[in-house]
């Protein structure tokens, strides 16, 4: 009976101070876990958003080169403090192939987005046409970085510069 005993005894179990070790082992393997889980979701989310940034300055670029390209004068008469935020011009854009132009206006708004406002030509057969009907507006982009000309122009000596009127 003493043997039983004596086996009972070697097979006692778990005590209280092993357990606090163990789950004082186990919470700190699960914060540290639980820290990466956290530093690896900040930088994914932050790596979408960069790459949102970039699809929306790509499809800015495309809309603006297409406007521009089409451009045929410039006819702003804008002073040289907004003037490298808002841009207006005539250009062939959205007209048939004998149509005249119409007026374009590219600008950041006031809530920092890039818009686009088309105007057409009041009656098709003036020369020179006339702009004063209603613009149609759509917004091109949505993060534009604040207080960023938009524009930079060339002088006569090529030089860069935010005044058109150089």
């Known amino acids: 009976m003493t043997a039983r005993l004596r086996t009972r005894n070697r097979q006692a179990g ?3 101070v092993e357990l606090t070790v163990v789950v004082a082992l186990l ?9 990466g889980l956290h530093s690896y979701q900040r930088a994914a989310g932050a790596s979408e958003a960069r790459i ?4 929306e300055a790509r499809t ?3 809309v603006l080169t297409k406007d521009l390209r089409t451009a045929t004068g410039f006819t702003s008469s804008l002073s040289a403090s907004s003037a490298p935020r808002d841009v207006t011009f005539t250009a062939n854009l959205n007209t048939a192939a004998n149509a005249p132009e119409n007026q374009v206006r590219l600008y950041v708004d006031a ?8 105007r ?3 009656t098709p057969v003036t020369s020179p046409p006339t702009y004063t009907g209603a613009w149609t ?7 534009v970085v604040p207080g960023t000309p938009l524009f930079t122009y060339l002088d006569a000596d090529g030089d860069s510069t935010t005044d ?3």
Request: hydrophobic residues 50%; proline residues 8%.
């Open 14 to 16: 778990v005590n209280v």
């Open 27 to 35: 919470g700190v393997v699960l914060a540290i876990a639980f820290q």
């Open 52 to 55: 949102r940034s970039l699809e």
């Open 60 to 62: 800015m670029m495309a």
């Open 111 to 118: 809530q920092e987005q890039l818009r686009e406002d088309i």
């Open 120 to 122: 057409p030509p009041d």
């Open 137 to 143: 507006s759509r917004i091109i982009g949505q993060s």
């Open 164 to 166: 058109p009127a150089a």
